[in-house]
């Protein structure tokens, strides 16, 4: 049971151009999220959906777009990607209304 | 909106007792979720509590109290390998859980 699946693991950009971080969950959860965590900031929350075919702005919204392709995938893009993104992604996903998410193992990306 | 605030860092010595603290301000509340993170490591849940009181899970204890608005996390007979961040969340909206900035705690030997 591979559980949350984020790809890629690492990844280099210049400032301007584009990327997709993808996520993919095989336990049937209706929720994911996509999180950003930088020192001392902890986790926060970009973009959320709740079930298929919703998604929610988070905290720190600005610069991404999400995409809800079906239930097992959330992807978050980068349409014009700065040094301020730079940070480690995580996607998580969760089953009914407890407090409990799934975490994949992270993207960490670079904006030079 | 919502907020957290946790200490953020405490130190201890292995064997010892260590209680994290988190206290909370939300526009409805669903429960208080702790997670622990290792460096270079994904989040994991610990524990959740939805109601008021203590739930314990072997070394690790989490309380919640509604009316104060607050809860914490006892982690005892501590471990080398529980140096690790921690963090409190809570649902917003009953969907998007808001996390706390983390704190760190470092046990020595």
């Known amino acids: 049971n591979a559980g949350v699946t984020q790809t890629p693991k690492f990844q280099v950009l210049k400032t301007g151009q584009s990327m997709t971080l993808q996520c993919a969950q095989d336990m049937n959860h209706n929720s994911m999220y996509w999180y950003r965590q930088d020192p001392g900031m902890g986790l926060r929350l970009i973009y959320y959906s709740a079930s298929e075919g919703t998604t929610d702005k988070g905290e720190v919204p600005n610069g991404y777009n999400v995409s809800r392709l079906n239930k097992r995938e959330f992807s978050l893009r980068l349409e014009s990607a700065a040094p301020s993104q730079t940070s480690v992604y995580f996607c998580?996903?969760?089953?009914?209304?407890?407090?409990?998410?799934?975490f994949g193992e992270g993207s960490r990306l670079t904006v030079l | 909106g919502q907020s957290l605030e946790q200490p953020s860092e405490v130190t201890a010595v292995e064997g010892a007792i260590v209680q994290i603290n988190c206290t909370y301000q939300?526009?409805?509340?669903?429960?208080l979720s702790w997670y622990q993170q290792h460096d270079g490591g994904a989040p994991t849940f610990l524990s959740y509590n939805a109601l008021d009181g203590l739930e314990e899970t072997g070394r690790f204890s989490s309380f919640l109290s509604r009316s104060d608005s607050y809860g914490y996390l006892l982690l005892q007979e501590l471990q080398m390998k529980d140096s690790a961040s921690y963090f409190c969340?809570?649902?917003?909206?009953?969907?998007?859980?808001?996390f706390g900035k983390g704190t760190t705690l470092s046990v020595s030997s």
């Open positions: 939300t526009s409805g509340f669903y429960g």
């Open positions: 998580a996903s969760r089953a009914g209304d407890t407090g409990e998410l799934f």
């Open positions: 969340a809570v649902p917003q909206a009953g969907t998007a859980l808001i």
